[in-house]
T-cell receptor, first 114, second 114 residues
Framework: AQTIHQWPVAEIKAVGSPLSLGCTIKGKSSPNLYWYWQATGGTLQQLFYSITVGQVESVVQLNLSASRPKDDQFILSTEKLLLSHSGFYLC?????????????FGSGTRLTVL | GDSVIQMQGQVTLSENDFLFINCTYSTTGYPTLFWYVQYSGEGPQLLLQVTTANNKGSSRGFEATYDKGTTSFHLQKTSVQEIDSAVYYCAMRDTGANTGKLTFGHGTILRVHP
């Protein structure tokens, strides 16, 4: 069975500090990977997607970056956090891009920027 | 661009009440429509998907259909239980998109009282 693990579960960070969030998918080879962001009280918004190792596409510009150093790992980061980065960050995977593909989400990381 | 409108921000029901949540969508392509459920502190999980207009999807007592003519899709359950309390999101993926992107509605908070 496939599992998706996100870390950390929660972070409280200062404005201007760096951030690194991680996600690991086990049990599935070469998945498509995604980062979604959910502002408090808001909807889910796709930030990045990746089809293969080393390749990441940005969907929305939020002064964040993403990398895929290994087939099963996806990293979200920034060197300088903004207050507006607060929210719930979700990693997800799917088998492909076809319309019927299900998106499987991790449990998320709650980020509070003060 | 693609959009999904989910008007009901919060629904409060008693156990065994009938649930109906409606969404409308806008796309130039051919969508597959989804309902995701998010329990407190967790990532969203797939509840239902509907690939073809006027077809029904069903899972755990929930049913979903979409109407291409009115570009609307809805989720219903005949008799809700307290354990159904969660946030329900409608979402859409355009078959022509090559980003795997799901466009989500803003979510409906369902509270079911015993």
């Amino acid at each position: 069975a496939q599992t998706i693990h996100q870390w950390p579960v929660a972070e409280i960070k200062a404005v201007g500090s760096p951030l690194s969030l991680g996600c690991t998918i086990k049990g599935k080879s070469s998945p498509n990977l995604y980062w979604y962001w959910q502002a408090t009280g808001g909807t889910l918004q796709q930030l990045f997607y990746s089809i293969t190792v080393g390749q990441v596409e940005s969907v929305v510009q939020l002064n964040l970056s993403a990398s895929r150093p290994k087939d099963d790992q996806f990293i979200l980061s920034t060197e300088k956090l903004l207050l507006s980065h607060s929210g719930f960050y979700l990693c997800a995977w799917s088998l492909g891009f076809s319309s019927a593909e299900t998106l499987y989400f991790g449990s998320g990381t709650r980020l509070t920027v003060l | 661009g693609d959009s999904v409108i989910q008007m009901q921000g919060q629904v409060t029901l008693s156990e065994n009440d009938f649930l109906f949540i409606n969404c409308t969508y806008s796309t130039t392509g051919y969508p597959t429509l989804f309902w995701y459920v998010q329990y407190s502190g967790e990532g969203p999980q797939l509840l239902l998907q509907v690939t073809t207009a006027n077809n029904k999807g069903s899972s755990r007592g929930f049913e979903a259909t979409y109407d291409k003519g009115t570009t609307s899709f809805h989720l219903q359950k005949t008799s809700v239980q307290e354990i159904d309390s969660a946030v329900y999101y409608c979402a859409m993926r355009d078959t022509g998109a090559n980003t795997g992107k799901l466009t989500f509605g803003h979510g409906t908070i369902l509270r079911v009282h015993p």
